[in-house]
């Protein structure tokens, strides 16, 4: 049974339990370009009370250090290991878990972010945003050609640009070489824009899901491999720690797998049919709050 958060001492009853609070981002600090109302007041807030702060995003399309500039231009104090993305710990999975051989390229279904954590790790790859790839020209496989040595891995994250001469390469990689990993950075179903829903990065990994008959490795939230990421670099204790998320099935769940509390903000993609009624999601928040905005208070009390 979840706990909802709606008054001043609620909030601060909760703030008091916790040391650490990972945040996750899209849908719950902003949507889209639209930062939520009071989220600089309650970030600054934890903040000036020592509390540990880190960014948790399935959001592959920026880099750690695009995310550091932008809570730079809204006045949020963050550090670059502060902040976690799967567009780095799918680079720290291929270099660290998968040890893919330096020669070999990894075939990119991306943004810029993603391909920018790549070369911090040292991963060379092909696709992305690469202009051949990113065309509407009829895909030919007259003029495919595989590289020496092989593709080892496709890595399908959140891409706006989608065609079907990236989906096509990629397929063309993953049937020739039975030893190419179908990698994605994540597989949220949805993404919660400013004014609304948008395809998430499951929905663009979703094609070569159906065309392949097989699963990727995910390796966002709700997978573990993200709070390895965490561990590596900050140590906290999971009892005094929580996960702040507007999603249940990447957030909530990676925080309840993860041992850690969790709660939801109604200001993302779940709706209250999805937690309340016949509909209800087995995945069950520690505490609901409207909007984590709704905590400034505590930082302008009346
Ligand atoms: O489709 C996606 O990639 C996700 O919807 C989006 O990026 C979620 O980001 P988060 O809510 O984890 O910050
Ligand atoms: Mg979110």
Same mark, same amino acid.
């Given at each position: 049974m979840s706990t909802r958060l709606t008054t001043s001492e609620g909030y601060a009853e909760l703030i008091a339990k916790y040391d650490t /609070?990972? /945040?996750?981002?899209? #849908?719950?600090?902003?949507?889209? =370009? @639209?930062? &939520? @109302?009071? &989220? &600089? @007041?309650?970030?600054?807030? +934890?903040r000036s009370h020592n509390k540990s702060i +880190? /960014?948790? =995003? !399935?959001n592959a399309s920026s880099s750690r250090r695009y995310y550091k500039s932008k809570f730079d231009k809204l006045g949020i104090q963050a550090s670059v290991d502060e902040i976690f993305g799967s567009a780095y710990a799918s680079a720290v999975y291929i270099s660290s878990v998968l040890k893919i051989p330096k020669d070999q390229k990894v075939y990119v279904i991306g943004m810029e972010g993603l391909?920018? %954590?790549?070369? %911090? %790790? #040292?991963?060379?790859? %092909? #696709?992305?945003?690469?202009? $051949? @790839? !990113?065309t509407l020209a009829p895909f030919s496989l007259t003029t495919f050609t595989h590289p020496t040595p092989p &593709? $080892? $891995?496709?890595l399908c994250g959140l891409d706006v640009a989608i065609n079907y001469t990236k989906i096509s390469k990629a397929l063309q990689y993953l049937l020739h070489n039975p030893d190419c990993h179908f990698l994605a950075t994540n597989e949220d179903s949805t993404y919660p824009a400013s004014g609304g829903i948008l395809p998430g990065a499951?929905?663009?990994s979703a094609t070569l899901r159906y065309a392949l008959k097989r699963d990727p490795v995910s390796i966002g939230k709700p997978n573990s491999t993200m709070l390895d990421c965490i561990r590596a670099k900050h140590d906290f204790d999971p009892a005094r720690t929580i996960m702040i998320g507007d999603r249940l099935d990447t957030d909530i769940l990676f925080g309840k797998s993860g041992g850690v509390s969790t709660?939801?903000?109604? =200001? #993302?993609v779940t709706k209250e049919s999805d937690i309340t009624g016949p509909n209800a999601s087995p995945v069950v928040p520690g505490y609901i709050v409207q909007s984590l905005g709704d905590l400034a208070v505590l930082a302008n009390p009346a």
């Open positions: /609070f990972m /945040f996750d981002c899209d #849908g719950v600090l902003w949507r889209g =370009t @639209d930062v &939520i @109302d009071g &989220i &600089i @007041d309650v970030l600054n807030y +934890l +880190l /960014f948790v =995003t !399935n391909e920018q %954590e790549l070369a %911090e %790790e #040292g991963i060379q790859y %092909e #696709g992305g945003t690469d202009p $051949a @790839d !990113n &593709i $080892a $891995a496709v499951g929905a663009i709660l939801l903000v109604m =200001t #993302g």
